[in-house]
């Protein structure tokens, strides 16, 4: 039987690696799959506690979670696709337009 803990395990492995992925990663491509990777194990760890509570807000919480991340990956994607077209690179210690 798949208990809570099991999800809650994933969840946390999930989100160590977005989180590794976004410390480590010098990729504005690769940072950004990465925080999507951590928001879906925030995702998880709201539809396990959902499941095994009962409550339904967790899981409508979830919903809300994953429109606010296409929202997210849809502008962070275009802000780096006018990055590229003007720096022609993506590599994050490269980017120093709004430096003052």
């Known amino acids: 039987m798949i208990g809570m803990t099991h999800y809650l395990v994933l969840a946390a492995i999930l989100f160590a690696i ?3 992925g976004v410390l480590v990663r010098r ?3 690769v940072i950004l799959m990465s ?3 951590m928001l ?3 995702n998880l760890t709201l539809i396990a506690a959902g499941r095994f509570t ?3 807000g967790a899981q409508a919480m979830a919903i809300f979670v994953m429109a606010v991340a296409a929202a997210e990956a849809a502008v962070g994607l275009a802000i780096v696709i006018s990055i590229f077209r003007t720096r022609k690179t993506v590599n994050v210690d490269e980017l120093d337009l709004l430096k003052g």
């Open 35 to 37: 925080v999507e990777l």
């Open 54 to 56: 009962g409550n339904l």
């Open 40 to 42: 879906n194990a925030v």
């Open 18 to 20: 977005g989180m590794v």
């Open 27 to 29: 990729n504005a491509l």
